[in-house]
């Protein structure tokens, strides 16, 4: 299987690059329809798509990623109301992380897992920057993708167990500490989760970054928008987890020869 993937990125990579982007903007529509009704306790598979302003379903021409959003000038077929640029920027945004996950990754196990973990970043980076909460169900999906990556990946067991624990842990901590008032719930489950996907190593670094990242624009954000105090932490995890998904074992390694251990 190994062989023939390898095969196939040799051959015509091209084609695999606009498989793997489409198959992205497509899941990313869906992601949309996560993004607006799980907030809202609405199911996700029984409701047909609909105007969310008229409640006008939708026309199989009128789904089309990214292409409907421009063909009808982001504005409803029936009522002429604006349709959010959100749609096609969250579809174009998957597409363009599956491609990125392609790249590093090659055609692997661990890249179609890596692509289902983004796009279950996204919907939580989403609505908890709208809600201050991140779903459960979509936890629970990053746990299963981090149980099925340690089936294929098992030579890494210890770590990939430990993430969890000790992010769970320390979170944890953070929490009774500051009587909830620095993380959330939801983060603690989340960190956890992903912790089981990524393990201790790249987690402890994905955390570094997400610290990082929402010290310096959550600061930004304050100063030039007036935004207050309250940080969903969400979007900055998220990050975290991508660009430690992604290069955490270069990062990884150029740290520990920084430091001089080989």
Known sequence: MKQSAELIMETAPWLVYIFTFLFGI???????????????????????????????????????????????????????????????????????????????????????????????????????????????PIVIFIAVLGAVRLIFYHEHWLDTILGPAVMGALFLAIILVTGGKAMGGGDFKLVMAAGLFLGLKKSLLALFIASLFGSVIHIILMKALHKGRQLAFGPYLSAGFLVAALWGDRLLNLYLSFMGVT
């Open 26 to 136: 497509v899941f990313g529509s869906f992601l949309n329809v996560c993004i607006y009704r799980i907030p809202e306790k609405q199911s996700i598979v029984s409701v047909p798509s609909h105007c969310m302003t008229c409640g006008k379903k939708l026309h199989w021409y009128e789904l089309i990623p990214l292409f409907s959003w421009l063909a009808l000038r982001g504005k409803c077929h029936g009522c002429k109301a604006k349709i959010s640029p959100q749609y096609p920027i969250i579809e174009a945004a998957n597409g363009l992380l599956c491609v990125l996950a392609l790249f590093v990754k090659g055609l692997t196990v661990d890249f179609l897992l890596t692509c289902l973990l983004f796009s279950a970043l996204l919907v939580i980076s989403v609505i908890d920057a709208r809600t201050f909460e991140i779903p459960f």
